[in-house]
């Protein structure tokens, strides 16, 4: 069975959708403090921006969104859905479960 996607994978997948303008670091604001913070004093490494929990038949994905306002944010979420159950076809998995936070960016300020 060929390897599952990768978090950078998928940030590249989803980056790659129009509409979607930025991703978030995935995680509580604590959770992000301590990394930074980590990372700073050279103890450790900044997350990722996807996480990814592939304990399962089926990979759990958790990200936070930043969409435009410029376009209908269902179309954008759908093209979101699609291409990461391609992503995972590819590599012969199933679709993942996605959760999802979307933040609407107001394309005059970006």
Do not use: C, K, N, Q
């Amino acid at each position: 069975m060929p390897f599952a996607p990768s978090a950078p994978d998928i940030e590249r997948a989803l980056l790659g959708i129009r509409g979607v303008v930025h991703l978030y670091p995935a995680g509580s604001a604590l959770s992000r403090a301590v990394d930074l913070g980590a990372a700073a004093w050279g103890v450790g490494e900044l997350r990722s921006r996807v996480r990814v929990v592939d304990a399962s038949a089926t990979a759990e994905i958790t990200v936070s969104l930043g969409v435009s306002a410029g376009r209908p944010v269902l179309e954008t979420l759908g093209d979101v859905t699609d291409a990461l159950a391609v992503l995972y076809a590819e590599a012969d998995r199933p679709a993942p479960i996605l959760h999802l936070t979307v933040v609407h960016l107001d394309d005059r300020l970006l």
